[in-house]
Structures are given as structure tokens and as C-alpha cells.
């Protein structure tokens, strides 16, 4: 992973064999990020992404491989007890055209994955709210 500061935003280039979501935390530490809003596109081969069951309060993971382009990776950057959290959501898409996505748990980077990182000012936490079973900002 290399990246640039612009002000308050950046700039991201995730490189192959990396994963995102991992990639993401270490920004996160290495620059102090607690809030920020997240955009990506790249391809991808290997992915989970989970799709939330709320009367069970439980995700359902899906893994996927294959040759695939991330139409859109959209998600937040913030704090639970203080610590690093991020909330990420992505689609992508086959060589048919075929799209799938959900919650993001994990993806490898087949190409590369560009990123935009904007920070926000404050922190914004999270708290595990057990009415709706998930991890919940808290103001």
C-alpha cells in the first residue's frame, strides 16, 4: 500500500496480494484516522462479504472467487472503545456482468484497488446495541 495526504483526504493505492480491509486498519493506525468516509473501485479474486439477518441477529458469509471488479466499496472509518472499527460494504462484478456484494469482511487484491480516504473531524464510537444485534454509532 502506497498513499498521499491532500488536506483532509487520501489518496490510496492498495496493491495485489493485499487485503483491504487490513490495509485500511493500518492507515487508520499509522495516520491517526478515528472518523472518516471510505470509497474504492479496483478487482479483486478472493472476497467474503456477509448479508445481515436481523431476526436472527447474525450475518450469513459468502466467499467468492474468481476474476472480479469492485463496482463500488463504500463504508466508514471509526472507533469502538476507542480502538480502530471500520464498516465497509462492497459490490463487484463478474465477466459476465454478474454483481455480488454485501457487508465486506475480507478482500484480495488481484490488480490493484484505488481508495479515497476522507477524514472528518471528532470521533464518532460505536456501541453493541442487543435489540438490533450490530455495532451501532453512538452520539
Same mark, same amino acid.
Given at each position: 500500500?502506497?498513499?498521499?495526504?491532500?488536506?483532509?483526504?487520501?489518496?490510496?493505492?492498495?496493491?495485489?496480494?493485499?487485503?483491504?480491509?487490513?490495509?485500511?486498519?493500518?492507515?487508520?493506525? +499509522?495516520?491517526?484516522?478515528?472518523?472518516?468516509?471510505?470509497?474504492?473501485?479496483? =478487482? $479483486?479474486?478472493?472476497?467474503? #462479504?456477509? &448479508?445481515?439477518?436481523?431476526?436472527?441477529?447474525?450475518?450469513?458469509?459468502?466467499?467468492?472467487?474468481?476474476?472480479?471488479?469492485?463496482?463500488?466499496?463504500?463504508?466508514?472509518?471509526?472507533?469502538?472503545?476507542?480502538?480502530?472499527?471500520?464498516?465497509?460494504?462492497?459490490?463487484?462484478?463478474?465477466?459476465?456482468? +454478474?454483481?455480488?456484494?454485501?457487508?465486506?469482511?475480507?478482500?484480495?487484491?488481484? =490488480? $490493484?484497488?484505488?481508495?479515497? #480516504?476522507? &477524514?472528518?473531524?471528532?470521533?464518532?464510537?460505536?456501541?453493541?446495541?442487543?435489540?438490533?444485534?450490530?455495532?451501532?454509532?453512538?452520539?
Amino acid at each position: 500500500m502506497e498513499y498521499r495526504r491532500f488536506d483532509n483526504t487520501y489518496i490510496v493505492r492498495i496493491d495485489r496480494g493485499e487485503e483491504i480491509v487490513e490495509q485500511v486498519r493500518l492507515l487508520s493506525e +499509522r495516520e491517526g484516522i478515528r472518523l472518516a468516509s471510505v470509497q474504492a473501485l479496483g =478487482a $479483486v479474486n478472493d472476497f467474503t #462479504v456477509g &448479508v445481515f439477518r436481523p431476526r436472527d441477529k447474525r450475518y450469513d458469509a459468502n466467499q467468492f472467487q474468481g476474476d472480479y471488479e469492485i463496482v463500488s466499496l463504500t463504508g466508514t472509518i471509526n472507533t469502538m472503545d476507542g480502538t480502530f472499527y471500520c464498516h465497509l460494504h462492497m459490490s463487484a462484478g463478474d465477466g459476465q456482468g +454478474r454483481v455480488v456484494g454485501g457487508h465486506l469482511n475480507r478482500a484480495v487484491v488481484s =490488480a $490493484v484497488c484505488e481508495m479515497v #480516504v476522507t &477524514v472528518l473531524p471528532g470521533t464518532v464510537d460505536r456501541v453493541f446495541d442487543p435489540d438490533v444485534g450490530l455495532n451501532v454509532l453512538h452520539f
